[in-house]
């Protein structure tokens, strides 16, 4: 995550703190639309000033760069993520369970899915791969709230395999998620969700163990 410049505490002031972070949300905001828009690569420090309504000085007193402001992003985003992966139930939860829970994810899916789409550009990319990746075990610890089979893959000395089949259907999930909410009507998309579940109740299932 992003290191904040420190203000000297004789003028930190809550007005003046209320400020500052009212101008970094400003920030964020403004990057994250852009970095949605015309993508991470392409938006540059002076495009997201012009988006935020701030000079370019006062933009660099906030951020040193954008992989800054993409940490501060990113990591607005984790805790609603988290939130509902944390929900997931266990440790041996029947289909019917895991279906419901399917489509609550989706429901937030639908609320973020500028954050997403930023997101997996850049791990397509190998962006910010720091960032990413404590996102990434943040995330499977999450599943692995009432799962030890996630919470072992959340690791960072887990099995390989264990770990790739997580990450697997951690990004399944995602996906099938987006493909659903491009048309919630299409039984295509609604298949894909059912198959999410029944493939999470494999993967939870006490056989496999």
């Known amino acids: ?5 420190k203000t000297p505490a004789k003028y930190n002031t809550p007005l003046r703190q209320a400020q500052r972070d009212q101008t970094r949300t400003r920030i964020k905001t403004a990057a994250r639309d852009l970095f949605h828009a015309n993508h991470y690569d392409s938006t540059t420090m002076d495009e997201i000033a012009v ?5 370019r000085s006062t933009l660099y007193l906030h951020y ?7 940490a501060d992003v990113i990591a607005d985003y984790a805790p609603k993520a988290k939130a509902v992966l944390s929900r997931l139930p266990g440790p041996a939860p029947s289909l019917r369970q895991l279906q419901s829970w399917v489509r609550e994810v989706a429901k937030v899916v639908e609320e973020e899915r500028v954050h997403l789409s930023i997101i997996l550009e850049l791990r397509r990319r190998h962006d ?9 075990n943040e995330l499977l610890a ?5 799962n030890p089979g996630f919470a072992a893959a959340a690791r960072r000395d887990a099995d390989p395999m264990l770990r790739a089949r997580g990450l697997l259907l ?25 198959v999410t579940a029944e493939d999470f ?9």
Do not use: V
């Open 1 to 5: 995550m992003a290191t904040a410049t």
């Open 51 to 55: 988006a935020a309504g701030l000079r």
């Open 64 to 70: 040193r760069d954008k992989a800054e402001i993409l």
């Open 128 to 136: 910010s791969w720091d960032a990413l990746e404590n996102l990434t």
């Open 142 to 146: 999450a599943l692995g709230e009432h």
């Open 170 to 194: 951690m990004q399944e999930l995602t996906y099938s998620c987006e493909i659903f909410l491009e048309n919630p009507a299409d039984p295509r998309g609604k298949a894909m969700l059912a």
């Open 201 to 209: 109740h494999a993967f939870l299932s006490p056989k496999a163990a």
